[in-house]
């Protein structure tokens, strides 16, 4: 094999390995204008958008810990490969198909499993990484809350008797 191959390999493998995530399309059809904006708008989601040799993927994914995509690679394949979140490409690509019809989810790795286009679709489907840790986090701080309210309640009513009981006595006295 060229120099040239090889070097692509282990760049492809390199990137491959440091992703949570790989999303294997097929491109048929599409424009190199299409290209750039679904570019452009994946890198919005930290996510970037590579054509590749179906035969130099296959040796990247071989030299990998991912599992074979051996039954997907035909056809024109580009991938979608991301540092953090899978539901940001996801949304960005559902909107692209669905504006373009291009192009064509084939089928994706996620956390080192296969996951098939229904899957891919349905984390599309979730709430933005921010809104889900920001419930997260509300749910946790929700039972310390209602205990500190709880706590605070005999004390507030304490104060609430004895402020009655120095307005009544000043009304009295008066």
Known sequence: MRPEKNLIISE????????????????????V????????????????YRVVKNTLLRRALAGSNLPDLETYLHGQSAVVLGD???SAAAKVLKSFTAEFQKPKLKVGILDRAVVNVE?????????AKE??????????????????RLINTPASQVAQVLKAYSEKGEKATA
């Not at 204008?33 to 970037?48: D, M, T, V």
């Not at 809104?131 to 500190?148: C, D, F, N, R």
């Open 12 to 31: 492809i493998k390199s990137r491959v390995d440091k992703t949570p995530y790989v999303l294997l399309t097929d491109y048929t059809g599409m424009q």
């Open 131 to 148: 809104v889900l840790q920001a419930k997260l986090l509300g749910l946790l701080l929700a039972p310390g809350s209602t205990l500190v």
């Open 33 to 48: 204008p299409q290209f750039n904006e679904l570019r452009n708008r994946l890198s919005g989601a930290k996510a970037e």
């Open 84 to 86: 953090s979140d899978v």
């Open 119 to 127: 899957q891919i679709m349905a984390l599309a489907e979730l709430p």
